[in-house]
């Protein structure tokens, strides 16, 4: 897993509640066996005039000019500030994917989905949790301030404002962890193998149907 | 001992440790997967040298990309057949046991579990795929994962998990003729919203819900996760075993008896607690449809679509806009005049045999309206195909203009040859009306098959109370 212990960057704003995973990465794009390569179609539909099929040269459609991503301002941007359950919808880790990709490091929304919020620790991104007043300043403050950017702490989980003020922020203990160390989590639990095969043999003798012979299910 | 809810005892049941911040190592009984979240984590076992810790707790069948119309000269499309034949490879090379598409059982994989006994109550199931909260109509605790926690499965057969919160959604009474799972689990939508139930393992109890057929139960625990839960569950009755009997993965003999006492007891408690409880009575219920582009935007079909003078904030005003932008509607619009280019029958949430046979009842002896383009009925799996068949059905639909398909996921997600073209607008019995789900710039609106089907011959939304 990814490391990300300090992070500053560009904030872009997506002003929309709801964002779902199709409209992250729509599902043509999820033909790939690939992790990688996903960053040019992120907000696909969104983004683009025209309609795109994996392969495409992405860099010749037609851009839309009204979308945030691509106006001139939130180039680089690298933060993104999105409304409420963003997130929502499917449980395609292709959507954080495309978002570092794309070179998306951190989140901030009032409210994220579930399956969405775990997938991003799993690839070293921070998605950070604040109430909605405090969203709402921080859209003003962005669309007002061209090329405003946020600092991140996680270990001390504050968020740094250009104006000095600390906004903190909560995260579940091992989450933070796992992200400001970079954890192979697989790796971690197979050290707990001896427990995962002692709970078995217990369960074997309690519900045998679910240990049949092996390939028989 | 203290009363349990379902979701209590089912967490228990399956912790192979626990931390003292409530971090838990959950077990997992059966892991499903298919061609589009699995490629990248078999690769990550590859590369990190592991091995799939319990061979046998894996089903693999391919869905979302396989073509709906012949498939006798396989995918013409190559990106969509790489993915299929990734699955294939991996499962060959892994030892994992793969339903392949030309296999009679193939189908959308929440649908092929179940009909195989391959869901059994008191499982933890896992599978890359959101709705995978289907299964917990079995009484069995099951919920989406994503990639990485796939191959974390493979290698472990265990999940890094927090105990999520109970929550009880009781709908009393009886439903009115012609109202259906789909409509109960619309109308909780649009009560909780699709955020509502994040946090929570939701339980669906009362009247309306136990007198429901597996399938009915299937469908309302699909949509589980558009409220926002990423598990719903029902609690095992009589219903649930006798859909079990018989199933070619499920216990026979002995066992079978030994397993159905122990699966009697996968009920919660009486004068358990839960975090939040909904009450609805189903008689109030009408047939659903969403007019907007979340499925929290529904109204029944008697209804309307709400004007800006309705919503409170400004915020809800702007996705009011967006929304009808999307869709093309005006605010106020009564549902029942909304007119419609195609229909779809199909989706892990209605696709099953008896949301065939429900629709089938609207179309004999009718022809689709001369404004529907193309009606499609895509079965949720070869044997609910020739179950149908043998029923007749298939000829019902392709005589009043239907087409019928092959088994997959098809056009409720687009992956394949199956979509709307820009501006199309459509009736769909699946699960999502997101932005562009059926194909860039189409329209869904969700509802359920009886009212999907009458909608392809009345080419417009119909009241199914009013037959
Ligand atoms: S039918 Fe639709 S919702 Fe169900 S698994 Fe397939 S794509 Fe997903």
New binding site residues.
């Given amino acids: 897993m990814k490391k990300l212990t300090e992070w500053q960057g560009i904030v872009m704003p997506l002003d929309r509640a709801n964002v779902d995973t199709d409209a992250i990465i729509p599902k043509q794009y999820l033909k790939s066996i690939k992790r990688t390569g996903f960053g040019p179609n992120l907000f696909d539909d969104w983004r683009y005039l025209d309609p795109g099929e994996p392969g495409d040269d992405h860099s010749k459609r037609r851009l839309n000019t009204e979308f945030v991503m691509n106006q001139s301002r939130y180039q680089g941007a690298t933060v993104l500030l999105a409304r409420e359950n963003f997130g929502c919808g499917?449980s395609r880790e292709h959507a954080p994917w495309a978002l570092l990709d794309a070179g998306f490091r951190v989140l901030i929304a009032s409210s994220f989905a579930e399956i969405f919020y775990n997938n991003c620790f799993k690839n070293g991104i921070l998605p950070i949790v604040l109430n909605e007043e405090i969203v709402e300043q921080l859209f003003a403050e962005v669309l007002a301030d061209p090329g405003y950017e946020l600092a991140v702490d996680l270990a001390k989980q504050q968020i740094c404002k250009p104006d000095g003020e600390v906004v903190n922020f909560q995260l579940e203990e091992f989450r933070k962890q796992a992200l400001l160390e970079g954890l192979d989590e697989i790796g971690l639990t197979l050290q707990k193998a001896d427990l995962i095969r002692a709970y078995e043999s217990k369960r074997r003798q309690q519900v045998p149907w679910l240990f049949n012979a092996p390939g028989d299910i | 001992m203290a009363a349990q809810t379902l979701y209590d005892k089912l967490w228990q049941q399956h912790l192979v440790s626990e931390q003292e911040d409530g971090t838990a190592l959950l077990y997992i009984d059966r892991h499903l997967l298919?061609e589009v979240t699995s490629p990248q984590a078999f690769e990550g076992l590859r590369l990190a040298n592991r091995k799939p810790w319990r061979l046998e707790t894996n089903l693999a069948v391919p869905?979302?990309n396989v073509p709906t119309t012949d498939r006798s000269r396989g995918i013409s499309d190559p990106v969509s057949r790489l993915q299929v034949e990734t699955l294939d490879k991996n499962c060959a090379d892994f030892g994992i046991t793969e339903i392949p598409m030309n296999d009679i059982r193939q189908g959308?994989?929440?649908v092929m579990g179940p009909e195989q006994g391959a869901t059994l109550p008191g499982m933890t199931i896992v599978c890359g795929?959101?709705?995978t909260s289907t299964h917990g109509a079995f009484g069995a605790l099951a919920h989406g994962i994503g990639t990485s926690e796939v191959e974390h499965v493979l290698a472990t057969q265990c999940l890094i998990q927090k105990k999520m919160k109970n929550m009880r959604i009781k709908v009393d009474g009886q439903l009115a003729v012609g109202v259906t799972a789909k409509d109960i689990i619309l109308a909780v939508i649009g009560e909780l919203g699709t955020a509502g139930g994040t946090g929570y393992a939701i339980e669906f109890d009362g009247e309306a819900i136990h007198t429901l057929s597996m399938e009915g139960r299937m469908t309302l625990c699909?949509m589980a996760i558009e409220a926002g839960a990423r598990a719903g569950l029902v609690s095992v009755d009589e219903i649930t075993i006798e859909y079990l009997r018989d199933r070619p993965y499920a216990p026979q003999g002995e066992v079978w008896e030994q397993a159905v006492s122990y699966w009697r007891t996968l009920v919660s408690d009486e004068n358990c607690e839960f975090d939040k409880e909904i009450v609805l009575d189903a008689g109030t219920i009408a047939p659903q449809v969403t007019w907007g582009t979340s499925p929290e935007m529904v109204a029944p079909i008697d209804g309307a679509i709400p004007t800006y003078e309705q919503m409170q904030t400004d915020a809800e005003r702007k996705s009011l806009q967006r929304a009808l932008e999307y869709m093309s509607l005006a605010p106020g619009t009564r549902v029942n005049s909304i007119p419609l280019d195609k229909v779809f029958i199909?989706?892990?949430?209605n696709?099953r045999i008896e949301d065939l046979r429900q629709a089938a009842r609207w179309v004999a002896g009718n022809k689709i309206a001369e404004n529907i383009k193309l009606a499609m009925v895509v079965p949720g799996s070869g044997l609910v195909k020739a179950q149908a068949e043998k029923e007749g059905l298939d000829k019902v639909f392709k005589e009043a203009g239907f087409e019928w398909r092959e088994p997959?996921?098809?056009m409720?997600?687009a992956?394949n040859a199956d979509r709307l073209a820009p501006g199309e607008r459509c009736a769909s019995t699946?699960?999502?009306n997101f932005e562009g789900r059926q194909g860039q710039g189409g329209r869904t609106h969700l509802v359920s098959p009886a009212m999907a089907a009458a909608a392809a011959i009345a080419g417009h939304f119909v009241d199914v109370r009013e037959a």
């Fill in positions: 499917s | 298919h869905d979302h959308i994989v929440h795929d959101s709705h699909n199909g989706s892990c949430t696709s997959g996921c098809s409720c997600l992956m699946s699960n999502r």
